[in-house]
């Protein structure tokens, strides 16, 4: 595939994903506060945007591979938001006196430093043993 698709297909994916989540927020709002038919149209249009969208972009991008190659991706990838990405957005939050930003970057760069752990774990315990160690 060239890369440009892929890097559209990257996109799309995320703007996919970010889609699910927005309107599964928005209808547990609505549920919230007892419009359920509003509530419905957000869950029918987030389980597009996943199961039917990101799920076909997923599958052309050959975004899942074996266990083993799914837990070394998604250890690095934790990583780098550990490394770059929740520590370079609560040091800039903090720069610019965005304490309550801060805040929920760091605690959020803890998860995912936890989930690592997890994501670690699981590759030590992986059977059969991933031929990659």
Request: glycine content about 4%.
């Amino acid at each position: 595939m060239h890369p440009e698709t892929r890097q559209h297909l990257m996109t799309a994916m995320h703007h996919a994903a970010f889609t699910f989540s927005r309107y599964r927020l928005c209808a547990v709002q609505a549920r919230h506060h007892g419009r359920h038919q509003l509530a419905d149209l957000f869950d029918e249009t987030a389980s597009e945007a996943y199961f039917d969208h990101f799920a076909r972009e997923a599958v052309l991008a050959g975004l899942v591979g074996t266990e083993a190659e799914n837990l070394h991706d998604l250890i690095r990838e934790e990583q780098q938001d550990i490394d770059h990405l929740y520590r370079a957005f609560a040091e800039h939050a903090d720069a610019v006196g965005d304490s309550d930003a801060a805040s929920c970057f760091r605690k959020i760069g803890e998860q995912e430093r936890q989930r690592r752990e997890r994501l670690l774990a699981a590759m030590r315990n992986l059977d059969p043993a991933d031929p990659a160690e």
